[in-house]
Nanobody, 125 residues
């Protein structure tokens, strides 16, 4: 079993920055790839970014490429998402997720086994 707890969400003006954190516990953090997803009201959950177990490989959605950076600190069992140049369309609940069966960064929602409770990010125009 893996427990994931997100933090760092909030209200920010367009062009601003936020850093999300996801604290993991319960299983060896380095055993699995991690990802960030988001869900806006009335929309399906969508991929944002993913990172391999070692941190050596990352993937991004086209909509956030160049603005967001995913990273992980395996010594602290923590996943991060640095979000810069935020836009109103980035407003959503952001979730971290763990893919325990693969160490490879994947974009597919169904590949992830464990999910956090989510943290709200609101970007005002």
């Amino acid at each position: 079993q893996v427990q994931l707890v997100e933090s760092g969400g909030g209200l920010v003006q367009a062009g601003g920055s936020l850093r999300l954190s996801c604290a993991a516990s319960g299983r060896t953090f380095t055993s699995y790839a991690m990802g960030w997803f988001r869900q806006a009201p009335g929309k399906e959950r969508e991929f944002v970014a993913a990172i391999s177990w070692s941190g050596g490989n990352a993937r991004y959605a086209d909509s956030v490429k160049g603005r967001f950076t995913i990273s992980r600190d395996n010594a602290k069992n923590t996943l991060y998402l640095q979000m810069n140049s935020l836009k109103p369309e980035d407003t959503a609940v952001y979730y971290c997720a763990a893919d325990y069966h693969s160490g490879i960064a994947t974009m597919t929602v169904s590949a992830y086994d464990y999910w956090g409770q989510g943290t709200q990010v609101t970007v005002s125009s």
